[in-house]
């Protein structure tokens, strides 16, 4: 991506790079025929029981079928009984808590405002991603009913219907999932990357042979690059896997994109590799290999030592770099925890809270549930006063948008509305005109919908910059198609839904981009700032002598650190659909903040937090100890120092992290009986975490 975006910058137009662009995401990779196949059969076959057997509003349980059947099989397995909870107590809370308003038009409008900020609420705090799409499908679709001037009767039978479309499209896509997880081999998160360590890998032998790089792998490496890593991380944020594991493969996901970015780039520039230069390539070649044997078979990777002494100075660009990068992709299982175990340790998921720790808290949940309340009341309230409620989808709209509006920005808001302009207009109503009258059973139907279906799926299988369009297309052309039990012939109909979704549209960009917004260069810099300031806390942890209370707080900050590193990826995405004149600017930061130091300094932070609150077997002598707490400080103070420069103010002197950690490894020189060995394997591990930690403290100060 980075050289799509200096490209760009350079010497393309936008509109040859977008096209450069959507061709790049639009691309097979592995795995993704299949899962659009599942995507596309689990929707089809709810859409067919729900028309089979009239059952109303089954068109959310095909929408409910596409946000998460593409997630991992143990996952959607796993959370069925959390969505089956979550949306009784949803249908619960709806029928009681009217019922006691109902009667009463002012108290009726203040619940519906309490319920959309609960709603907006629940979506940023919700830990379980399926249980949200729950929570919200029965919200959006439930509120809307209760305004209708019908019996109440109708009102509650209509609500269990809801729940019973919820229902049908948990059985059929997790029987889905059964099936196709026996003809899908391997592991989502493990099986991309191992793709772009082999990519790498040929590149770098390939280089080593002194030979022309062919065109099969420079145009793999590309697209692997412009694809970047966005997928895979949010595939690993919605996994059930331990926190430990997510943490862990999160870092070495950085790590290999950011070596996937350097081979990228490296195939840009013109060189000539000396012999030793070349004999560091191929070291370096059968180092990435074997890397990538060890995580195939779920096995930490051996550390890596590159010794280069006494060699002649590198001249191939990018190479010391690039053996740097790969040397720190061991170091992120900073536990040496066999990666069997935590993935087995991902099996019990019931000691993984619903909703996120520090919830309460964490203000950002607040500001989202504000921003998002306001945007439906404002739908509600327009939709009311014009007396139109056939466009009471914008209130249906600005709660499914909010499903990934969470850091949302301007590129993301253009593909929701032009996704309503092709799903709705071109695709909705075209079908109605052109398609539709010489259809004459539900197989034609099926036909039509199987095909805008896996049309859908196939964006939605893209990376987060460009999958949201997929959504709003099927959104669209399900809310005009599958509403009745008929073929819909009446344009005004899909008019007002496609107005509606438009009006939710426009409004979600009103409030989160123009009242609360700002460009995304600038929510990245400020969310680094977050993380340094939340790093510099973590590493004064723990600060309470209770273990328990310290293990929640340590727990509590990890959450929020490694919410707020997605967040920083995200919007270093977002920031090559921005444009104007602080695009260059926004560029070079995006460049320095998407470097793996940040992500690898939180990882070795944990490691070494084990020694502070000395859990068993990471114990240490007492004045060792004491010498970390203090060196923990000036850590501490060097993150926050970071932080206060890169928003302008404070001083601009450094702590001397080097001179800190001399001090410590004197202390544990000192800490050592004379008769022993300099220092003992625990100690030694203990040393090098803590050298690690001010290598990587060091250069991130410099570089930010």
């Given at each position: ?695 990587l403290a060091d250069r991130l100060t410099n570089e930010m």
């Amino acid at each position: 991506m980075a050289t799509a975006a200096q490209s760009l910058s350079q010497s393309q137009s936008p509109s040859r790079w977008l096209w450069e662009f959507l061709k790049e995401e639009l691309a097979p990779y592995p795995g993704r025929v299949g899962t659009v196949a599942r995507m596309t059969f689990a929707a089809t076959l709810i859409m067919i029981v729900g028309m089979t057997f009239h059952i109303p509003y089954i068109w959310q349980g095909a929408v409910y079928a596409l946000m998460v059947s593409r997630e991992n099989t143990r996952a959607t397995l796993q959370s069925a009984a959390v969505v089956i909870l979550v949306t009784d107590i949803g249908a619960i809370y709806l029928l009681v808590s009217v019922w006691l308003v109902i009667n009463f038009p002012l108290l009726h409008f203040l619940w519906i405002v309490g319920t959309f900020f609960i709603a907006f609420y629940a979506v940023s705090a919700l830990t379980n991603y399926i249980a949200a799409v729950a929570f919200i499908n029965l919200i959006a679709f439930g509120i809307p009913l209760w305004d209708r001037y019908v019996p109440a009767e109708t009102n509650v039978d209509d609500t269990l219907w809801l729940c019973l479309s919820v229902l049908i499209a948990i059985i059929i896509t997790g029987a889905v999932e059964v099936v196709f997880a026996r003809l899908r081999p391997g592991d989502g998160i493990v099986l991309p990357i191992a793709e772009r360590l082999t990519a790498v890998g040929s590149l770098l032998t390939c280089y080593a042979a002194d030979c022309v790089v062919d065109r099969g792998t420079r145009k793999h490496i590309i697209r692997l690059q412009t694809l970047g890593t966005s997928l895979l991380r949010r595939t690993l944020r919605r996994s059930d896997y331990s926190p430990e594991y997510s943490v862990e493969m999160g870092g070495v996901i950085v790590l290999v994109g950011r070596l996937v970015d350097l081979a990228a780039t490296l195939m840009q520039l013109s060189f000539q590799s000396p012999a030793s230069d070349q004999r560091r390539l191929r070291d370096l070649a059968s180092t990435v290999a074997a890397i990538r044997n060890d995580l195939m078979h779920r096995r930490v990777p051996r550390p890596v030592q590159f010794d280069h002494e006494g060699q002649p100075p590198v001249l191939v660009p990018l190479l010391a770099e690039m053996e740097y990068t790969v040397s720190l992709i061991p170091q992120a299982f900073a536990d040496s925890k066999s990666i069997h175990e935590h993935m087995a340790s991902a099996q019990d998921t019931r000691k993984r809270p619903l909703l996120a720790l520090g919830t309460f808290a964490n203000p950002e949940h607040l500001q989202f549930a504000l921003k998002g309340c306001l945007a439906a009341t404002i739908c509600y309230v327009i939709y009311n006063a014009v007396a139109w409620p056939g466009i009471s989808t914008a209130v249906t709209t600005c709660l499914l948008t909010a499903l990934s509006t969470v850091g949302s920005s301007r590129q993301k808001q253009v593909l929701r509305i032009t996704g309503a302009i092709v799903g709705g207009f071109l695709i909705g109503m075209g079908a109605q005109v052109f398609i539709l009258p010489y259809l004459d059973s539900i197989a034609g139907l099926v036909i039509l919908f199987v095909a805008v279906t896996a049309f859908s799926s196939w964006f939605m299988t893209s990376s987060p910059r460009l999958s949201y369009f997929g959504i709003q297309v099927a959104l669209a052309f399900y809310l005009i198609h599958l509403s009745e039990f008929k073929m819909q012939t009446s344009l005004e109909v899909a008019r007002d839904r496609v107005v509606g979704v438009l009006l939710g549209l426009i409004i979600m960009w009103l409030v989160f981009d123009q009242l609360w917004g700002s460009p995304a260069a600038v929510e990245m810099r400020n969310s680094v700032i977050s993380t340094l300031r939340l790093l510099a806390q973590l590493a004064r942890e723990p600060v309470s002598k209770n273990r328990r209370n310290a293990i929640a707080q340590s727990i509590a900050f990890r959450d929020a650190i490694n919410t707020n590193l997605d967040k920083v990826r995200a919007l270093a995405d977002a920031v090559l659909f921005e444009f104007g004149p602080s695009r260059e600017q926004g560029l070079r930061m995006r460049d320095r903040i998407r470097r793996p130091d940040l992500r690898m300094l939180f990882i070795t932070r944990i490691a070494l937090w084990k020694y502070r609150v000395r859990l068993p077997g990471f114990e240490l002598p007492e004045a060792l100890q004491h010498a970390q707490e203090e060196f923990d400080q000036r850590l501490a103070a060097a993150l926050t120092g970071t932080a206060d420069r890169m928003e302008g103010k404070g001083s601009t002197q450094k702590e001397n992290l080097q001179s800190a950690y001399a001090e410590l490894e004197e202390v544990a020189r000192k800490a050592m009986p004379k008769q022993q060995h300099p220092f003992t394997p625990q100690i030694q591990s203990f040393l090098l975490l803590s050298r690690r930690i001010t290598d990587l403290a060091d250069r991130l100060t410099n570089e930010m």
